[in-house]
């Protein structure tokens, strides 16, 4: 049998970040391996109900019969909790392996924390290793190719993949991402883009860190 070698540090980050999710409120719920391990354990605390980030996190949460809100009834939740592809030391973050940026971006934005939980593989000083998943409309596909090569990436269209919102993926190698908050900003103005995976305006604002030694509490500085 295969077994993720990472599981078990997932699992610790999912088991430690129970302790802050307060009872009666609706959590903002991410997408990803991690993420399914903390879903597991939902069963565990009093929460309301929760707003997914995927169609894939909502049919498991609607199977272990927690109540799915629409994010536009609820207004602004005061936690999201996710996974992420790469994290830096200032808690901004690659996410996007699995194709949910655009809803995730939507739910971090409207949440007033976002918890990030991580096994220690993810961790990077300097972000783009990991490609950018970039979210565009179908019909500029092969223009916003163009402008991410004019910006020193190297895009490859994920075949065969269609988001929750009906749009493509161009997976970004090689993007320099030493600002990433203006990496975030270019790419997004890249006409055709409907969003992109380099979370800074959405960064993290606490992270769960998980490695064989236990899982270490990170707050940045931002808090
Ligand atoms: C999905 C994501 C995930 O959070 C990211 O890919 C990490 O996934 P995993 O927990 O499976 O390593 O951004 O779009």
């Given at each position: 049998m295969?077994?993720?070698?990472?599981?078990?540090?997932?699992?610790?980050?999912?088991?430690?970040?129970?302790?802050?999710?307060?009872?009666?409120?609706?959590?903002?719920?991410?997408?990803?391996?991690?993420?399914?391990?903390?879903?597991?354990?939902l069963?565990?605390?009093?929460?309301?109900?929760?707003?997914a980030?995927s169609?894939?996190?909502?049919?498991?949460?609607?199977a272990l019969?927690?109540?799915?809100?629409?994010?536009?009834q609820?207004?602004?939740?005061?936690?999201?909790?996710?996974?992420?592809?790469?994290?830096?030391?200032?808690?901004?973050m690659?996410?996007?392996?699995?194709?949910?940026l655009?809803?995730?971006?939507?739910?971090?934005?409207?949440?007033?924390?976002?918890?990030?939980?991580?096994d220690?593989?993810?961790?990077?000083?300097?972000?783009?290793?990991?490609?950018?998943?970039?979210?565009?409309?179908?019909?500029?596909r092969?223009?916003?190719a163009r402008?991410?090569?004019?910006?020193?990436?190297?895009?490859?269209?994920?075949?065969?993949?269609?988001t929750?919102?009906?749009?493509?993926?161009?997976?970004?190698?090689?993007?320099?991402?030493?600002?990433?908050?203006?990496?975030?900003q270019?790419?997004?103005?890249?006409?055709?883009?409907?969003?992109?995976?380099?979370?800074?305006?959405?960064a993290?604002?606490?992270?769960?860190?998980?490695?064989?030694?236990?899982?270490?509490?990170?707050?940045?500085?931002?808090l």
């Amino acid at each position: 049998m295969n077994i993720d070698p990472k599981l078990a540090q997932k699992q610790a980050a999912a088991k430690a970040a129970l302790s802050h999710i307060d009872d009666g409120i609706i959590l903002g719920v991410g997408t990803g391996s991690t993420v399914n391990c903390l879903i597991e354990l939902l069963p565990q605390v009093k929460i309301k109900g929760a707003v997914a980030s995927s169609q894939v996190t909502e049919d498991k949460l609607r199977a272990l019969g927690i109540e799915i809100f629409d994010l536009n009834q609820v207004g602004d939740l005061d936690l999201y909790i996710d996974g992420a592809d790469e994290i830096d030391a200032a808690g901004n973050m690659i996410k996007g392996g699995g194709g949910a940026l655009t809803r995730e971006k939507i739910v971090a934005a409207a949440s007033k924390q976002f918890i990030c939980m991580v096994d220690e593989s993810k961790i990077v000083q300097t972000l783009g290793k990991f490609p950018v998943a970039v979210e565009v409309l179908p019909q500029a596909r092969s223009y916003a190719a163009r402008q991410l090569v004019a910006m020193g990436g190297n895009p490859v269209y994920r075949e065969g993949f269609v988001t929750d919102y009906g749009n493509v993926i161009l997976d970004t190698y090689d993007l320099t991402i030493t600002d990433a908050a203006a990496v975030e900003q270019r790419l997004n103005n890249i006409v055709g883009v409907v969003c992109n995976g380099v979370f800074a305006a959405q960064a993290a604002h606490i992270m769960l860190k998980a490695s064989d030694a236990g899982v270490e509490t990170v707050k940045f500085a931002r808090l």
